[in-house]
């Protein structure tokens, strides 16, 4: 298989960490979304919408989207399960997921801080406010959504599960950012267990072969 990634993406560290945890094997293209790789033709085939990451299965399909990728390697790879089929630990989980996924990352994205900076002439203080403030009230939620699932060591039950691996690279994000993070106790218990974690490591942006020197 192939993985079509960027070090930075936090959606390509959601699948880095899940392949990871799982045991399998890849090999990575780096795709550099700073300098717009992504939108090269090849690349738009394999992936349409144009983001990072992709991946190249064995039988030669392609799949975007990282939510959709996790679930595809959940069901062909059923070792160490990331998303169980019962509830309650289901919901809990999908709750905590799409808090991130869909409410604090895709206003976050880089092509969205781009364009405030380069269509909307955004300053760079006012970006970071922008940044910080979807931080704030994103995590917030996730806080109290931790709290609901009683969370322990992980997100969700004593084992890693999808949660994690979103929690992880948004964590991160923050964290590059200059994020003021002291008020999510149990996000940042998790985002540390995690962290101590060998398929975390391993899947973490500075340990990628096309990390780009800052």
Same mark, same amino acid.
Request: aromatic share 8%; charged share 20%; proline share 6%.
């Given at each position: 298989?192939k ?7 936090? &959606?390509?560290?959601r699948?880095r ?7 399998? !094997?890849y090999?990575?293209?780096g795709?550099?979304i700073?300098?717009?790789?992504q939108?090269?033709?090849?690349? /738009?085939r394999?992936n349409p919408?144009?983001?990072v ?5 064995d !039988?030669?399909e392609s799949l975007?989207q990282?939510?959709?990728i996790? !679930?595809?390697?959940? /069901?062909?790879f ?8 019962? !509830? ?5 989980i @999908?709750?905590i ?5 869909c409410?604090?990352?895709p206003?976050?994205n880089? /092509? +969205? @801080?781009?364009?405030l900076s380069d269509e909307?002439?955004?300053s760079?203080?006012?970006?970071? /406010?922008?940044y ?14 931790l709290r609901?699932s009683?969370?322990?060591?992980f997100? +969700?039950?004593?084992?890693p599960t999808?949660a994690d691996?979103?929690?992880v ?7 590059r950012?200059?994020?003021s ?14 962290? &101590? @974690?060998p ?5 973490a942006?500075?340990n990628?072969?096309?990390k780009?020197?800052?």
């Amino acid at each position: 298989m192939k993985l079509y990634s960027f070090f930075n993406s936090s &959606a390509s560290y959601r699948v880095r960490i899940a392949m990871a945890l799982k045991g399998i !094997d890849y090999d990575t293209v780096g795709v550099n979304i700073r300098i717009g790789q992504q939108n090269a033709l090849e690349y /738009r085939r394999l992936n349409p919408v144009g983001l990072v990451p992709a991946l190249v299965t064995d !039988d030669g399909e392609s799949l975007g989207q990282s939510l959709a990728i996790i !679930d595809w390697l959940d /069901r062909h790879f059923p070792q160490t399960p990331l998303l169980p089929g019962n !509830d309650p630990a289901r919901m809990r989980i @999908l709750e905590i997921v799409y808090a991130i996924c869909c409410d604090i990352h895709p206003i976050n994205n880089m /092509r +969205v @801080l781009r364009y405030l900076s380069d269509e909307l002439k955004v300053s760079e203080e006012d970006k970071k /406010r922008w940044y910080a403030h979807w931080v704030q009230q994103g995590l917030s939620a996730v806080e109290q959504l931790l709290r609901h699932s009683q969370s322990g060591q992980f997100c +969700v039950g004593d084992t890693p599960t999808l949660a994690d691996c979103c929690l992880v690279p948004q964590w991160a994000n923050a964290l590059r950012m200059g994020c003021s993070l002291s008020g999510y106790p149990r996000c940042k218990a998790v985002y540390e267990a995690c962290s &101590a @974690l060998p398929a975390f490591v391993a899947a973490a942006p500075e340990n990628q072969q096309d990390k780009i020197p800052a």
